[in-house]
């Protein structure tokens, strides 16, 4: 059994009311192999939602209380994002899950990449708030891409 990013398997849960489908995992789905989780929901954002960026680091630095999740029209969502992520956790240890296939890019799933904070369409290197606490707690993260 493996976490996966709800967006990845056709799940309308994407800032803009969309999905990002990858239909070899939608399989894995099928042969009930997987749980789908969306952080950004499950910490209580509405979907469609204003995107948001981490700004001042990655989803580590968020972890420690040193970047924030801002949105696009500047709100303070990092409460949210903590939250998310949490209950993402909670979820992985509650079903023992050692693995999670997660978005690439985005501030909460983002394996490799994330977006710089300025909105500018930028990317850096850094981890999304979930998938470093899901690293920080011994599960192995990889993203759609790899
Ligand atoms: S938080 Fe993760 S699962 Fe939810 S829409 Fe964003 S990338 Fe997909």
């Known amino acids: 059994m493996m976490l996966i990013s709800g967006c990845l398997l056709g799940i309308n849960c994407k800032y803009n009311g969309g999905n990002n489908l990858k239909p070899e995992l939608l399989e894995l789905l099928k042969k009930g192999r997987v749980i789908p ?19 001042g680091g990655n989803g580590f630095d968020v972890l420690k209380g040193k970047a924030k999740v801002i949105n696009k029209v500047g ?3 990092t409460s949210v994002f903590l939250k998310g992520a949490e209950e993402v956790l909670k979820i992985a240890l509650d079903a023992n899950i050692s693995q999670a296939i997660l978005k690439e ?16 369409g ?25």
């Open 37 to 55: 989780i969306c952080p950004e929901q499950l910490g209580g954002a509405p979907t469609p939602r204003v995107p948001c960026e981490i700004m």
């Open 75 to 77: 709100e303070d969502l």
């Open 105 to 120: 890019r985005s501030p909460s799933c983002g394996v490799l990449e994330i977006y710089d904070g300025n909105f500018s």
């Open 122 to 146: 930028n990317t850096i290197n850094g981890i999304g708030v979930t998938a470093a606490i899901l690293r920080q707690n011994g599960i192995k993260i990889s993203s759609e891409e790899n």
